[in-house]
């Protein structure tokens, strides 16, 4: 992936930002530095859990994506996060489910003598059926 | 910290979930396992930004008081997260500066024949001043 310029984006227009599939022990290491929940670092209370096995905690699959893929494009840009809306944990995701991610711009505030431009990003994480497993907008202040 | 009783719990009653002080060494590990931006990992960027000197990721005061005091009090009754709403980055929070967490049920819906409830909790995260730096608000199903 390569760096893109702020001023290229097109408002809702998708961008790809790569896909991921977390192994149980990606799952493991990631809820014991974050969120030591039993049912995601412990085989028997997975199994216990209404998951009925491994799933990722609710942060693990955007973390991974944003700086696998978010940052590689537009980090380069970013002054600094303002806000995070709308995260929906819709369907877990398991161990060993493959999961695609896109950004889309859906707000784009220009501030041409700043130099800067507020953008809201619409995060999008679906299966292999494209059905959504989780979205968020998390809004940004970026140098033009 | 002790665990304690969803059945216990008082709506928009606050509760103190400890305090941290994040290194500079800390905020760059996090960084790069999560958030890998020049100016939170580099200290050439970080001085150069506007911020001018090392500041946490914005979700790593959350993460960081979630693990070592919401957990410890309520994880034990968790059944799945399922939405993080109005997470606003007011002020930055620099290397060596004392954070202290709260957290408050502003929703509680409780589900006796199913056995459980949806509670949102809001957390604040304020400074030695007693300003607010940072608030979220997380939705989360529980075990009553």
């Not at 809702?12 to 039993?38: R, W």
């Not at 507020?118 to 994480?125: P, T």
Request: hydrophobic residues 40%; contains cysteine.
């Amino acid at each position: 992936m390569e760096m893109v310029s702020i001023n290229e984006l097109e408002l809702n227009k998708k961008i790809n930002i790569g896909t991921v599939t977390l192994s149980e022990q990606d799952i493991i290491d990631y809820a014991k530095l974050n969120d030591p929940l039993e049912f995601h670092i412990d085989r028997k209370a997975a199994e216990a859990s209404i998951f009925k096995g491994f799933v990722a905690s609710g942060s693990q699959i955007f973390n991974n994506l944003h700086k696998t893929g978010w940052i590689k494009l537009f980090g380069h840009s970013v002054i600094c996060g303002l806000e995070v809306n709308n995260w929906k944990f819709i369907r877990p995701v398991y161990a060993n489910q493959l999961i695609k991610g896109t950004v889309e711009p859906i707000i784009i505030n220009k501030n041409k003598e700043k130099g800067h431009a507020v953008i809201a990003w619409r995060y999008e994480f679906t299966d292999t059926k494209g059905e959504l497993v989780q979205i968020l907008e998390v809004t940004v202040l970026h140098k033009l």
